[in-house]
């Protein structure tokens, strides 16, 4: 059960784009769709933004995306704004009941 | 809508315990299970387990066994986290989020914090 690897930062400038990785294992993220992503504010609760890897809850904005290629996925935001900056985690079932958050990314737009 | 509320902040001394309510409204208690969650000062998310709300099995991530028990009580569609023998890094936000696959409704969190 280690934590999924992601960047510990990542930044852009406002209207570019950023793509976080997601890096795990055959026994995680490499094994099945079931990849979402929060988004988390300074003293807020996480957001969730992107669920089985490329699907949008209902308000989530379509600049945010996701993919997914063998053992690492992806989460891209274009059209970067101010309110974009946050931290970003990825999460993933890790085989049977058990379940994976990556370590974080801090995004900054400077 | 769907919504988690979850206890206030607690304070406690090493060695004691805490119990940790969620109450959830919106929706049926138990179609959904729920997932908890915690976060140290400065750290990122750490899976702690989920239960199912309609049979009450618990699941605990590795180094979340024994101390940390879930618990149920449906008929106020309200779940527990007790965590016992606190350590000082037990201090953290502990959040309640619904469903395991995709925490898709969050609590507001929950204040712990372990000083003697």
């Known amino acids: 059960q280690s934590a999924l690897t992601q960047p510990p930062s990542a930044s852009g400038s406002p209207g570019q784009s950023v793509t976080i990785s997601c890096t795990g294992t055959s026994s995680d993220v490499g094994g099945h769709n079931y990849v979402s992503w929060y988004q988390q504010h300074p003293g807020k609760a996480p957001k969730l933004i992107l669920y089985e890897v490329t699907k949008r809850p209902s308000g989530v904005p379509d600049r945010f995306s996701g993919s997914k290629s063998g053992y690492t996925a992806s989460l891209s935001v274009s059209g970067l704004q101010t309110d974009d900056e946050a931290d970003y985690y990825c999460y993933s079932n890790a085989g049977g009941n058990i379940w994976v958050f990556g370590g974080g990314t801090k995004l900054t737009v400077l | 809508q769907v919504q988690l509320v979850q206890s206030g902040s607690e304070l406690r001394k090493p060695g004691a315990s805490v119990k940790v309510s969620c109450k959830a409204s919106?929706?049926?208690?138990?179609?959904?299970?729920m997932t908890w969650v915690r976060q140290a000062p400065g750290q990122g998310l750490e899976w702690i387990g989920w239960i199912n709300t309609d049979s009450g099995s618990p699941t605990y991530a590795q180094g979340f066994t024994g101390r940390f028990i879930f618990s149920l009580d449906t008929s106020v569609s309200t779940a527990y986290l007790q965590v016992n023998n606190l350590q000082a890094e037990d201090t953290a936000i502990y959040y309640c989020?619904?469903?395991?696959?995709?925490?898709?409704?969050w609590g507001q969190g929950t204040q712990v914090t372990v000083s003697s």
């Open positions: 989020a619904r469903e395991p696959k995709l925490l898709d409704s």
């Open positions: 919106g929706y049926t208690f138990n179609n959904y299970g």
